[in-house]
């Protein structure tokens, strides 16, 4: 059974970073290129980064170049994204997410707020 668990979302002030995690089960982890999306309310879901199987190759939305970094652990499991300078724009539910035996799978999201 293919799992999705996304964490590490909270409020934080402009300036500020968090760190996402995302923990994922069921299938052959190491095999599949990963991203990340977001959604604004009102907006349409938005993938703002993505990284390879073995991690060497990364993407960025041009919204999020020079502040996010993505990365895996293939040991883990585990993908993450580390965001950093947060703007209030960046408000939004963030999803981690992967193609996998023809389908796209998602996580439940974890809530970012970026407020003063």
């Known amino acids: 059974q293919v799992q999705v668990v996304e964490s590490g979302g909270g409020l934080v002030q402009p300036g500020g970073s968090l760190n996402l995690s995302c923990s994922m089960s069921?299938?052959?982890?190491?095999?599949?290129?990963m991203s990340w999306y977001r959604q604004a309310p009102g907006n349409e879901r938005e993938r703002i980064a993505r990284i390879g199987d073995s991690g060497a190759a990364t993407e960025y939305a041009d919204s999020v170049k020079g502040r996010f970094t993505i990365s895996r652990d293939n040991a883990k499991n585990a993908v993450y994204l580390q965001m950093n300078n947060l703007d209030t724009e960046d408000t939004a539910i963030y999803y981690c997410s992967a193609f996998v035996d023809q389908r796209r799978i998602w996580g439940q999201g974890t809530q970012v707020t970026v407020s003063s």
């Open positions: 069921g299938f052959k982890f190491e095999i599949y290129p």
